[in-house]
């Protein structure tokens, strides 16, 4: 059955509807994790390893306890379940047990009057460390059978092949090969974990928490707790930015286990420097590549080995690896592949999700080979990607056929054909001298136009959107009308984490334009409902945004039985439709108001959603329909850069990306724009530094995050080419804008200085150093 959705009403699919927290968060009242607080509360605090790998002998509280204000120490051996969790794979411990792995490994907690004694209690914990030589090279922790195993199992968390054609067979005309570094980036969310762990009368445990998988917290939580589900209750407190990073558990056993143990409320809250010890960052990689294909630019084969390294602990590794496997060739038609994905231990800061996940890291490797390869056969870098551009119909590395909207060959002839910003310092200015502001070194003062070059580069990224390899990727909603003060109004209840990206706004969107009803209210997000799966993989307008549109359609349905019985009507359902908060029918106009049709009655439905199936890729071709659906984005960077500095301003970025269906146009170029910003960091300045397993930079002083002098005016265009598998044809918009970017600017920083630029971030060093040698 068809039904026409009102478009009488607004704030529905389509419009810029205002977001409830937006006025809230620019004021500075709104109500983040870290501003949580209750009458009694006690505060934690966390004793951290600074070695990266060393033997635990043994761990003394007794210092620690006998400090006034003290409540509570505990280690491991205070742990009632089970004493590892973890998202893919329960490797982690709750608190190191006989060895830790990492530096910043948590080793005791504790829960004292307020956060200072917390924090002097862990400084009089004595631990006695054997302390051990630390595996930090991943290529060797893949690949040298000698070398050390971080974990008894051996070093490689996962290898995952992929095979098509056969590429010793291949013959091509133009071979180029490039070995590529990703440094590892950090989320440099601005609300630092922390959460409040509440001991309830049952037994049970109230915590709330700023996360990104309510569920999936609640399920290792109830583990380590050796409690039942039902009595870990979470609830979503306010997110200040997420990224991935709060895909894991960082405080959440901790704060839970010191609130049962004391029988007080608990609270954490990490600062700067213990968040980045707290959480997950993106993989560094290696990635080695050659690209062969014919005198006029048409590959015929990939081959490449990706090396990623996870750090101490598996966290989402292994669907790291996966992606990075299969969009390892890029959107690139090619007969004959042959990658080798790795994701490895090592006793570096553990890696997991973020934005891009496994594929930016490819991203940059192919996109650099596609530059390489334009300039061997002489061929513009933009006309070399349109000739092996994949379209629908295509198939992947995988052999998984796009069956959608692809669109590649337009949205690189858009971002070509956009005119070029105005000329720079090293064009003609008149006698008007250049702005400091838009010089490389800004008011540093460093030039005034004197040994600066523009340059321009182009970028594209293949994204998969959703959860892959046979994972059942869920959401659920539960959606009410009633009346409320004489006028219709609609609950949405769903468990999805709103972490900044506007979701709790779509979801008003998505029952006003299904109910007809403009008095929309989103409940908090907790674990009353079922799961909506995790605010990550660009998923969620997808994917709970398909749930409370199936909820509010079942609602609806119901609306127009109570109707057809109210009125005693026998007319063809699809003749109905809610508009206004009235039931209309399109052949005799309003037949009556909700009003008067519930009378008195509340319509409440629960639905699950959930996308098509999707099967785990051979363990030895990594052949198979892996993905739900595709997304892609393209990029022009326009760079100026002092060549004798090394000193780099991005002038303008430029972008065209296909979301299929725009659901809120303001959030959706948001969207765009923020995952632009993140992938010109990768580009030139964001990495935490490490050395021999030791982080050297945690502070937003010394990690370099871009600012609005960083960042450029930003031209887009975004195309419609609906999906038919996706509700309302929509594809995710979140990642996609930060593959491509990266490999865009970078591109354009080689085509100012001439340098080939294989290592991101790009440091001044790269481009006034000497030359590396050929070969």
């Known amino acids: ?402 069956d959608s909207p692809a669109p590649l060959t337009e949205l690189l002839e858009r971002v070509r054909a956009f005119p070029p910003p105005p000329p720079g310092p090293s064009g003609a200015r008149g006698d008007e001298p250049p702005s400091l502001l838009d010089l490389p070194g800004g008011v540093g003062n460093t030039t005034h136009g004197e040994g600066v070059v523009r340059g321009v580069g182009y970028g594209i990224g293949i994204k998969n959107i959703c959860y892959s390899e046979g994972f059942d990727d869920l959401s659920t909603a539960r959606v009410r009308l009633q009346i409320a003060g004489g006028e219709p109004a609609v609950l949405v209840h769903t468990a999805a984490a709103e972490v900044g990206q506007g979701l709790v706004t779509l979801q008003a969107q998505i029952a006003r334009t299904e109910l007809g009803v403009d008095r929309v209210t989103v409940a908090p997000a907790d674990t009353r409902v079922g799961s909506a799966g995790s605010s990550s993989a660009s998923r969620q307008s997808y994917m709970t945004g398909g749930a409370v549109r199936a909820a509010c359609v079942a609602v609806r349905e119901r609306v127009f039985e109570l109707a057809r019985r109210t009125l005693a009507r026998g007319g063809p359902p699809d003749d109905l439709v809610l508009a206004g908060g009235k039931v209309v029918s399109e052949s005799e106009g309003v037949l009556a108001t909700l009003a008067e049709v519930l009378a008195g009655e509340a319509v409440e439905e629960t639905r699950e959603f959930h996308h098509r199936p999707t099967r785990p890729m051979d363990p030895l071709t990594g052949q198979g329909d892996s993905h739900t659906q595709f997304a892609f984005c393209v990029h022009r960077a326009v760079v100026d850069v002092d060549v004798e500095l090394g000193l780099v301003k991005v002038v303008e970025l430029a972008a065209v990306q296909d979301v299929g269906k725009i659901l809120n146009p303001v959030a959706l170029r948001g969207q765009i724009h923020g995952g632009t910003a993140q992938g010109l960091g990768l580009a030139l300045m964001e990495e935490i530094q490490v050395e021999g397993g030791v982080l050297r930079n945690p502070s937003f002083t010394d990690y370099l995050i871009p600012t609005i002098l960083d960042m450029p005016p930003m031209r887009t265009q975004i195309l419609e080419n609906p999906d038919p598998h996706a509700p309302y044809g929509l594809r995710g918009a979140g990642e996609p804008p930060t593959l491509s970017s990266t490999p865009a600017i970078v591109a354009a920083v080689r085509d100012a200085t001439g340098r080939p630029l294989t290592r991101i971030p790009v440091r001044p060093e790269d481009i006034t150093g000497p030359f590396p040698a050929a070969g």
């Open 1 to 402: 059955m068809t039904t026409r959705l009102s478009d009488a009403v607004r704030g529905g699919v389509g419009d810029s509807a205002a977001r409830p927290d937006g006025t809230l968060k620019v004021t500075g009242e709104f109500a983040y994790s870290s501003d949580l607080w209750t009458e009694g509360m006690l505060w934690g605090a966390t004793l951290r390893s600074p070695h990266p790998s060393a033997v635990i002998r043994s761990v003394d509280l007794t210092e620690a306890l006998r400090l006034p204000g003290v409540h509570a120490a505990l280690t491991y051996e205070d742990v009632p379940g089970r004493r590892f969790y973890g998202l893919d794979r329960a490797d982690q411990p709750v608190l190191a047990i006989d060895r830790v792995r990492y530096q910043g490994e948590a080793v005791a907690i504790v829960a004292a009057d307020h956060p200072e004694i917390a924090r002097r209690a862990c400084d009089r914990i004595a631990v006695d460390y054997d302390v051990r030589e630390p595996v930090t090279d991943a290529r060797r922790a893949a690949l040298d059978p000698s070398c050390p195993n971080v974990h008894p199992g051996g070093n490689i968390v996962r290898h995952q092949p992929v095979r098509a054609g056969a590429v010793a067979q291949a013959r091509a005309d133009v071979i180029v090969t490039g070995e590529y570094h990703v440094g590892m980036q950090d989320q440099a969310f601005l609300g630092p974990e922390s959460g409040l762990a509440v001991p309830a009368g049952d037994g049970g445990v109230d915590l709330y928490i700023a996360t990104q998988w309510l569920h999936v917290d609640q399920e290792q939580i109830a583990a380590c707790l050796g409690l039942p589900h039902d009595l870990v209750r979470l609830a979503l407190a306010g997110v200040g930015g997420a990224f991935g990073a709060r895909e894991d558990l960082s405080m959440q056993i901790h704060a839970c286990l010191l609130a049962m143990r004391t029988g007080r409320p608990v609270k954490f809250v990490y600062g700067r420097e213990e968040s980045f010890f707290g959480h997950v960052h993106r993989h560094p990689a290696t990635l080695r590549y050659e690209h062969g294909a014919t005198a006029d630019g048409r590959l015929v084969y990939v081959k490449a080995e990706i090396i990623l390294d996870g750090g101490a602990y598996a966290s989402s590794t292994p669907a790291v690896v996966g992606n990075a496997a299969s969009l390892g060739a890029g959107p690139y038609v090619v007969p004959n592949v042959e990658i080798d994905a790795y994701g490895v231990y090592t006793n570096n800061p553990p890696c997991g999700a973020m934005r891009g996940f496994g594929a930016v890291q490819a991203c940059f490797a192919y996109e650099s080979q596609m530059d390489r390869l334009a300039l061997a056969c002489g061929l513009d870098p933009v006309e070399l990607r349109i000739r092996n551009a994949i379209g629908e119909g295509s198939e992947i590395a995988t052999g998984q056929v796009v």
